[in-house]
């Protein structure tokens, strides 16, 4: 059933007063006595503990699978050869260091002395071929990573000496292995009896500096410190992660001391809390607030396989059809920059300074005119238009927790029904929004690229597996298969002439087929209480570098 907002009527209105209320409302259930509860928690609050939220449990923290383990846990659990760093550059970390094949084929990793696994186990090149070699039994579940796919056989001369042997040179193989998951390690012993953790871990044991000691379903997960941890020692012992999935109870937890510390809001930040709310809590002295730089694109990928979106002027009429700037200026309060490509220009390969699709009402008319969808009566703009007796009506997808992604979706909405496009908004759980993007199961729906160190090559090489939005959203171009060709040997050229010449072939040819609405330019928010120190982003958005920080 179509969904109809108050906001189709009076977008900007609404969120300023919700800018001005949310806060006000948090306030007064404190006083109410609603957040009572949460409040005497408070009381017993060790003060070596940290207090997080997250909108769902952690899951099981398997390093070598996907939701709904979430990836910021599984990335204070467990740990990579070696680390991307801020500025594109690759570090040491569980590899000390490595050498590189003439031929770009293997890779030799000298493993870091001493090293132990949080349960006492050595990590050593038994253990890291043995997580290698679960990864590659269950290729399929990995093949958005084309890492995977190049991994001919992992060898072990030694102890500490580990050999990569890839079937052709790769040039993002030191970035892939850097990545969260799936390419990190589990304790031996925490394997399951057939080896392969496709069926599962006995618990969630890593070499980094937390471990997993409690978890309550649908409350609460507990982290502590790993004091056994090989590198520089966390200064909190504890992290409890509350389970609040909804942003406004997010937001009436922080004002009633309830949480330290507010982390996230970008493309993996599970839409922590409302931008209106954090504009009005940076306008105080009561918390630290700060927005990350640029991380990634906020994208709506539009499906051109099926529904009215298969045709490409459909398509194009939608592009053409949003106000970016005002949606800039009324949802993101500026805190995040218009987006025009589908990736920011500062991803490599990827500042190609394509003309943009600026908004442009009467061209979108135009293009839905000439497409066929007319209006029953041309001076009545109320409805949606019609073709052969059924409306132009499109399902928009968004998880409907996302406070953020909710916003969105109203103001597309309402953009959408003035030049006669019926969007129907429909907000599901996240994991039912990524059920919808494998399988096609919408018109238009909320798939943001990756940021670093993703972007573009692990983001594209994606497009050719049914994982995520992209293969679906392309299934109906007549130039797929080519897209996906070209995608395949941008991967495995050396040359980088021509690597820079099939990126442009590839972004172009998106581009020109519409198939994306790229929004914005992705920023994460930090709110912190002045009972936390250290806090800062990390290289990668989907980490939080919780070993940093410290209570004051």
Request: glycine share 8%.
């Amino acid at each position: 059933m179509p969904t109809r907002s108050p906001f189709a009527v009076a977008p900007f209105p609404r969120h300023w007063l919700r800018a001005l209320l949310l806060p006000l409302l948090a306030v007064l259930m404190v006083a109410g006595g609603l957040a009572a509860p949460l409040a005497a928690h408070a009381a017993d609050t060790p003060a070596d503990t940290l207090r997080y939220s997250w909108p769902s449990n952690v899951g099981e923290l398997n390093p070598h699978k996907y939701s709904p383990n979430q990836m910021f846990a599984q990335g204070m659990v467990y740990e990579p050869l070696v680390k991307y760093a801020k500025g594109g550059a690759i570090e040491p970390w569980l590899a000390e260091s490595w050498t590189t094949s003439p031929d770009g084929k293997v890779y030799t990793f000298t493993l870091r002395k001493g090293v132990t696994f949080s349960d006492g186990t050595p990590f050593d090149s038994k253990a890291v071929r043995m997580n290698f070699e679960t990864v590659l039994a269950n290729r399929a579940r990995h093949d958005w990573l084309e890492l995977v796919a190049q991994i001919d056989k992992v060898e072990t001369p030694d102890a500490r000496t580990v050999r990569l042997v890839l079937k052709n040179a790769y040039y993002p193989t030191l970035q892939e292995l850097a990545l969260i998951r799936p390419v990190r390690f589990l304790s031996p012993s925490a394997f399951p009896a057939s080896g392969n953790t496709n069926d599962g871990i006995k618990a969630a044991v890593g070499t980094g500096p937390w471990k997993l000691v409690e978890t309550r379903k649908g409350e609460y997960d507990v982290f502590e410190r790993n004091d056994a941890y090989w590198g520089k020692k966390p200064a909190i012992k504890r992290i409890v992660v509350r389970v609040i999935p909804d942003p406004n109870t997010r937001l009436v937890a922080l004002q009633a001391g309830e949480l330290d510390l507010v982390f996230g809001g970008g493309g993996h930040g599970g839409g922590q809390i409302s931008l209106e709310a954090f504009d009005a809590l940076k306008k105080g002295d009561t918390y630290a607030t700060y927005l990350s730089p640029p991380q990634a694109s906020r994208v709506i990928a539009l499906n051109s396989k099926s529904g009215p979106t298969a045709d490409i002027a459909v398509r194009k009429a939608i592009l053409h059809a949003i106000n970016k700037d005002a949606m800039v200026k009324g949802i993101f309060l500026n805190a995040e920059a218009r987006a025009d490509a589908l990736f920011p220009p500062t991803s490599p390969y990827c500042d190609l300074k394509l003309p943009p699709y600026a908004h442009d009402t009467a061209r979108a008319e135009a293009l839905l005119d000439e497409a066929g969808w007319k209006r029953a009566n041309p001076k009545d703009t109320k409805g949606p238009r019609m073709k052969d007796g059924k409306p132009l009506s499109v399902d928009l997808c968004f998880v409907g927790n996302d406070a953020l992604q909710k916003a969105i979706a109203e103001f597309l909405q309402s953009e959408l029904a003035r030049v006669g496009v019926q969007a129907n908004l429909i907000g599901e759980e996240e994991d039912a929004i990524g059920e919808r993007q494998k399988s096609g199961a919408f018109g238009m729906v909320f798939g943001d690229t990756w940021g670093a160190p993703y972007d573009p090559h692990s983001f594209v090489s994606g497009m050719r597996v049914p994982t995520h939005a992209d293969y679906q959203a392309q299934l109906g171009l007549p130039m797929k298969a080519d897209i996906d060709a070209r995608i395949g040997k941008v991967l495995l050229t050396t040359d980088e002439t021509t690597r820079q010449n099939l990126y442009r072939d590839i972004l172009t040819t998106l581009h020109e087929q519409a198939v994306y609405l790229p929004l914005t330019y992705q920023t994460s928010m930090v709110v912190h209480t002045a009972r936390v120190d250290g806090v800062h982003f990390g290289a990668m958005d989907t980490e939080i570098p919780f070993e940093d920080m410290r209570l004051k």
